[in-house]
């Protein structure tokens, strides 16, 4: 077959499906935005998107369809000259998500489109509104978030298939597109991923952290509000107090992935400092930044504890991450979670806005470890027998693209 990906920031998603069908033979190509940086042994093209200046003002509901399909246009364009080489894919797998996938099949109308379908903005029943803390209320949002999902449904319907990670992901999706949609996780290798008991982890100040180790970890891309990291901080000084001998290990960078950064300036991880002040004892709070990989599986085997927290959102592959090796998971009870935690059963779930709730079950989790091993045995045997990258996941991945290279 003749494979090619679409990522603005390859390979994304396709971090283990692309190198495994260029195992396997097929011709694997990819195409990314020229910001990306990454490097990857699958031949790879780029493109230079510029984002177009747009009166906030004047293109309140269409700004982001307006974003979306200038970069759709510039991959398009990108594609002719592929076309003009000669070159025709047998598959597309694009990233919905940027609007890259638009007019591919323009291009190329006797390939096969799939698309990965992350998330379908609503402006009811999802995120927006979920925490009248940090987000504006009212019609107009509704409205604005309505009106971000024109790109993705356009994306959908012109694709011959689609995958989205999660049952609650493809449930945002309209009914009339969410048939379209095939259920499949990205996977998480099981095999890596399992408990080491002599997993060591370095903090920033060169101390060293054991499993066994009263370690509580947080892990987002960026610590910001739709990660529950306002929440989740607010619930630490009680935490803190209680388990004396407490370490809390926080990953994550000061940006803003999903939302927006604080309107007073700096991060959320300035506001949510200067809010608790001494309330929160900073000797025994370490934050990391971001890490690389094979340092985030050392933390993640030295955890405890995990808390994860979301608003109803896209899920994180860290908290999967996190059962599968073996920590007690602690997650909010919004729909994402629970569809993967069962409380009581493989993990503690938790009302997202109970601050003291939250120092109640991390102190609990914390203080008894033998009292939540069966509910960590159950978390990690439920991860392998349905989100395995080897067993599972994977191939599924590898069957959807051959089923639709063969028609």
Same mark, same amino acid.
């Not at 939302?259 to 007073?264: D, F, N, S, V, Y």
């Not at 991060?267 to 001494?278: A, P, Y």
């Not at 935690?341 to 609990?364: C, N, Q």
């Given at each position: $077959?003749?494979?090619? @990906?679409?990522?603005?920031?390859?390979?994304?998603?396709?971090?283990?499906?692309?190198? +495994?069908?260029?195992?396997?033979?097929?011709?694997?190509?990819?195409?990314?935005?020229?910001?990306?940086?990454?490097?990857?042994?699958?031949?790879?093209?780029?493109?230079?998107?510029?984002?177009?200046?747009?009166?906030?003002?004047?293109?309140?509901?269409? !700004?982001?369809?307006? $974003?979306?399909?200038?970069?759709?246009?510039?991959?398009?364009?990108?594609?002719?000259?592929?076309?003009?080489?000669?070159?025709?894919?047998?598959?597309?797998?694009?990233?919905?998500?940027?609007?890259?996938?638009?007019?591919?099949?323009?291009?190329?109308? +006797?390939?096969?489109?799939?698309?990965?379908?992350?998330?379908?903005?609503?402006?009811?029943?999802?995120?927006?509104?979920?925490?009248?803390? @940090?987000?504006?209320?009212?019609?107009?949002?509704?409205?604005?978030?309505?009106?971000?999902?024109?790109?993705?449904?356009?994306?959908?319907?012109?694709?011959?298939?689609?995958?989205?990670?999660?049952?609650?992901?493809?449930?945002?999706?309209?009914?009339?597109?969410?048939?379209?949609?095939?259920?499949?996780?990205?996977?998480?290798?099981?095999?890596?991923?399992?408990?080491?008991?002599?997993?060591?982890?370095?903090?920033?100040?060169?101390?060293?952290?054991?499993?066994?180790?009263?370690?509580?970890?947080?892990?987002?891309?960026?610590?910001?509000?739709?990660?529950?990291?306002?929440?989740?901080?607010?619930?630490?000084?009680?935490?803190?107090?209680?388990?004396?001998?407490?370490?809390?290990?926080?990953?994550?960078?000061?940006?803003?992935?999903?939302?927006?950064?604080?309107?007073?300036?700096?991060?959320?991880?300035?506001?949510?400092?200067?809010?608790?002040?001494?309330?929160?004892?900073?000797?025994?709070?370490?934050?990391?930044?971001?890490?690389?990989?094979? !340092?985030?599986?050392?933390?993640?085997?030295?955890?405890?504890?995990?808390?994860?927290?979301?608003?109803?959102?896209?899920?994180?592959?860290?908290?999967?991450?996190?059962?599968?090796?073996?920590? $007690?998971?602690?997650?909010?009870?919004?729909?994402?979670?629970?569809?993967?935690?069962?409380?009581?059963?493989?993990?503690?779930?938790?009302?997202?806005?109970?601050?003291?709730?939250?120092?109640?079950?991390?102190?609990?989790?914390?203080?008894?470890?033998?009292?939540?091993?069966?509910?960590? +045995?159950?978390?990690?045997? $439920?991860?392998?027998?349905?989100?395995?990258?080897?067993?599972?996941?994977?191939?599924?991945?590898?069957?959807?693209?051959? !089923?639709?290279?063969?028609?």
């Amino acid at each position: $077959m003749k494979l090619l @990906f679409v990522h603005q920031n390859f390979p994304g998603q396709f971090l283990h499906l692309a190198p +495994e069908m260029q195992r396997r033979g097929h011709d694997v190509r990819a195409i990314t935005d020229a910001a990306n940086t990454k490097s990857s042994d699958v031949p790879t093209l780029r493109y230079t998107y510029r984002a177009p200046p747009l009166d906030p003002a004047a293109t309140r509901l269409g !700004r982001t369809f307006t $974003m979306m399909s200038d970069r759709g246009v510039v991959v398009a364009r990108l594609a002719r000259k592929l076309r003009a080489e000669g070159y025709v894919p047998d598959v597309i797998y694009g990233h919905s998500g940027w609007g890259e996938t638009l007019f591919l099949k323009e291009v190329w109308p +006797e390939a096969k489109l799939l698309v990965f379908a992350e998330f379908y903005y609503r402006g009811l029943g999802a995120d927006v509104g979920f925490d009248p803390e @940090f987000q504006a209320s009212g019609f107009d949002q509704v409205m604005i978030a309505q009106s971000r999902a024109a790109y993705l449904a356009q994306a959908l319907i012109h694709a011959d298939a689609a995958v989205t990670p999660t049952e609650w992901q493809a449930s945002t999706h309209p009914p009339i597109l969410r048939e379209r949609l095939e259920v499949i996780f990205d996977g998480v290798d099981c095999d890596r991923l399992a408990p080491d008991p002599a997993a060591r982890f370095a903090l920033p100040d060169g101390r060293e952290l054991r499993r066994g180790d009263e370690v509580l970890t947080y892990v987002a891309r960026n610590l910001e509000p739709y990660r529950g990291f306002h929440i989740f901080l607010r619930a630490l000084p009680a935490v803190l107090k209680a388990r004396p001998e407490a370490r809390v290990v926080i990953v994550g960078g000061n940006e803003a992935s999903y939302g927006q950064l604080p309107k007073q300036g700096g991060s959320w991880k300035d506001v949510l400092l200067e809010e608790l002040g001494d309330r929160l004892d900073l000797s025994r709070v370490h934050f990391t930044g971001k890490l690389p990989y094979d !340092r985030l599986v050392d933390l993640i085997h030295v955890s405890r504890v995990h808390a994860y927290l979301t608003y109803p959102f896209v899920l994180s592959w860290s908290m999967v991450e996190a059962l599968a090796a073996g920590a $007690m998971v602690v997650g909010s009870a919004t729909a994402p979670v629970a569809e993967v935690i069962e409380d009581g059963v493989t993990g503690r779930l938790v009302d997202f806005f109970d601050v003291a709730g939250w120092s109640d079950a991390l102190i609990d989790a914390l203080a008894r470890p033998e009292a939540y091993l069966p509910l960590r +045995e159950a978390a990690r045997a $439920m991860v392998r027998e349905r989100y395995d990258l080897r067993s599972v996941c994977l191939p599924r991945q590898v069957d959807l693209l051959t !089923r639709l290279a063969r028609g």
